[in-house]
């Protein structure tokens, strides 16, 4: 705990030395910890300052046009209160700043990490439905398989006993000449002879 809280120094002390002012994504972007134990560790560290670091920070940038100077608050008699004040004014806002984005950088986290989880879950479940169709196809494929050939022996098997019922049907013409030559009475036998 206490090797992640100097990570978390450390690594706000160089984003001082950046001239950037630490805020959670930041810290979070240069840190291997979860997101939990970040928030909470950064929670205790976010107040420090550069001074509270140990660390000279470059003069901030001006962005835009500077403010018009009023005649009664004249920077340039007191210089040293003006940059003085602009800064706590500066750490003021980045630190009202920090606090809103962190809270809602961590609830984006959070957000984030459990869509993530989610889609974790959802991706394995879709591979696990999608083997398991996959096995109840082929096994289906297989069982059609063997009923068709089942099917074709059945056809065959039948094809032959027509067959053989059709050569059967072809001699009943005969057979019943046969029969009835071999039925007809004697005497007409004779009378046809004479």
């Known amino acids: 705990m206490h090797d992640a809280i100097t990570q978390i120094r450390q690594i706000m002390a160089q984003l001082y030395r950046e001239g950037k002012t630490p805020n959670l994504a930041l810290v979070r972007s240069r840190c291997s910890l979860s997101p939990a134990t970040l928030f909470s560790l950064y929670a205790q560290c976010r107040h420090l300052t550069a001074d509270d670091l140990g660390v000279s920070v470059p003069p901030p940038a001006l962005s835009g046009p500077a403010e018009p100077c009023h005649s009664d608050h004249r920077l340039s008699d007191q210089p040293s209160t003006a940059a003085h004040n602009s800064a706590d004014i500066h750490n003021v806002v980045h630190?009202?700043?920090?606090a809103t984005s962190s809270t809602?950088?961590?609830?984006?986290?959070?957000?984030?990490?459990?869509?993530?989880?989610?889609?974790?879950?959802?991706?394995q479940l879709l591979c696990n439905l999608t083997e398991q169709f996959q096995q109840q196809?082929?096994?289906?494929?297989?069982l059609q398989a063997h009923q068709i050939t089942a099917?074709?022996?059945q056809v065959s098997e039948l094809q032959a006993q027509l067959s053989e019922l059709t050569l059967q049907v072809q001699h009943i013409p005969q057979a019943v000449t046969v029969a009835l030559h071999h039925t007809t009475p004697p005497d007409t036998e004779e009378a046809t002879i004479c």
């Open 95 to 98: 630190a009202a700043v920090d």
């Open 104 to 123: 809602a950088q961590l609830n984006n986290l959070d957000a984030l990490s459990a869509d993530q989880r989610s889609e974790a879950r959802l991706h």
């Open 137 to 142: 196809l082929h096994t289906q494929m297989q």
């Open 151 to 153: 099917l074709r022996q």
